[in-house]
């Protein structure tokens, strides 16, 4: 607030001008909110495209197991069901981002501890978080009535709409636990950062469910673990890293012995 001496020689306190305080208590302006609903609908239609282009010339994985050639009905309204619920989560995500006070949003406040060191950080909070989902999702009647459906594709062949192709409760649950990572991690990731994380969580999502043998970051990130995972569901519960799974005992870095 800005003070102001009055008649009395009392100071009162004055409002800041709009544009001198970030407003972080409102709602998202529909100047951002409209281009983000068409963004993140869409996202979805350039990843199939974008992320096959990025790794380009990456061997492809074997195909052992039965192919869901087609999609039905049921897949068909999830994926619709579960592309509509991203709109909000991500508009949801976004309002935390820029509005949330301990988020820092401006260019003067990156740091290495909000950036390089933040952004790993959220990567291991979230598979901490999905790794418990995730195990959970293979536990008695959540199997069943949940997970399995995503498990009818024993070879991921489509990219993302493979990955989407999971029961709304699943999906949900597991977008949000993005959010979660980013209020959990300390430092606190600036919102730059939460951002990058977002899109690299849809790229890397997407590759999982390609028979593309990407692996980055020596072997951090490999997309034959996750495939490994559709054929022996019992291993590799984390989605970006095996560092929990190695560390939980539910690692698994071949499938020797397995029946062709």
Same mark, same amino acid.
């Given at each position: ?5 009055? &008649? ?8 800041? !001008? ?18 983000? $609903?068409?963004? *993140? ?8 495209? %974008?992320? @096959?282009?990025?790794?380009?010339? *990456?061997?492809? /994985? @074997? ?10 009905? *049921?897949? #068909? ?10 709109? /909000?989560? %991500? ?6 981002? *820029? ?14 501890? =909000? ?12 598979? /901490? ?5 995730? #195990?959970?999702?293979?536990? &008695?009647?959540?199997? @069943? ?19 989407? =192709?999971?029961?709304? $409760? ?18 606190? !990731? ?8 977002? $899109? ?7 590759? =999982?469910?390609?028979?593309?043998? %990407? ?18 569901? =019992? ?13 939980? &005992? ?11």
């Amino acid at each position: 607030p800005v003070e102001k001496r009055g &008649g009395s020689g009392r100071r009162s306190a004055l409002p800041r !001008a709009p544009s001198q305080v970030r407003d972080r208590a409102g709602m998202l302006p529909l100047a951002v909110m409209a281009p983000l $609903v068409v963004a *993140t609908w869409f996202s979805y239609d350039v990843m199939a495209v %974008v992320v @096959p282009f990025l790794f380009q010339g *990456t061997p492809e /994985l @074997p195909r052992r197991g039965k192919h869901l050639d087609g999609f039905g009905p *049921t897949d #068909r309204a999830y994926i619709i069901i579960n592309r509509l619920s991203s709109v /909000l989560f %991500v508009l949801h995500y976004a309002h935390h981002i *820029t509005h949330t006070p301990a988020v820092p949003t401006e260019a003067g406040s990156l740091s290495l501890l =909000n950036t390089l060191v933040a952004l790993p950080a959220l990567f291991l909070a979230f598979d /901490l978080l999905y790794w418990a989902w995730h #195990r959970a999702l293979h536990l &008695g009647l959540a199997y @069943p009535w949940v997970h399995k459906h995503h498990h009818r594709q024993v070879v991921p062949t489509r990219g993302i709409f493979d990955a989407i =192709n999971v029961h709304p $409760v699943e999906f949900i649950v597991g977008e949000w636990l993005h959010l979660l990572a980013v209020m959990l991690v300390r430092p606190r !990731a600036h919102a730059a950062t939460a951002a990058l994380f977002l $899109v690299l969580m849809g790229v890397l999502t997407a590759a =999982n469910h390609t028979r593309l043998d %990407v692996r980055l970051l020596q072997g951090a990130f490999s997309v034959r673990a996750h495939d490994l995972h559709h054929r022996v569901p =019992n291993c590799n519960y984390g989605q970006y890293t095996m560092a929990w799974d190695r560390a939980l &005992g539910t690692y698994r870095g071949d499938d020797k012995g397995l029946a062709e």
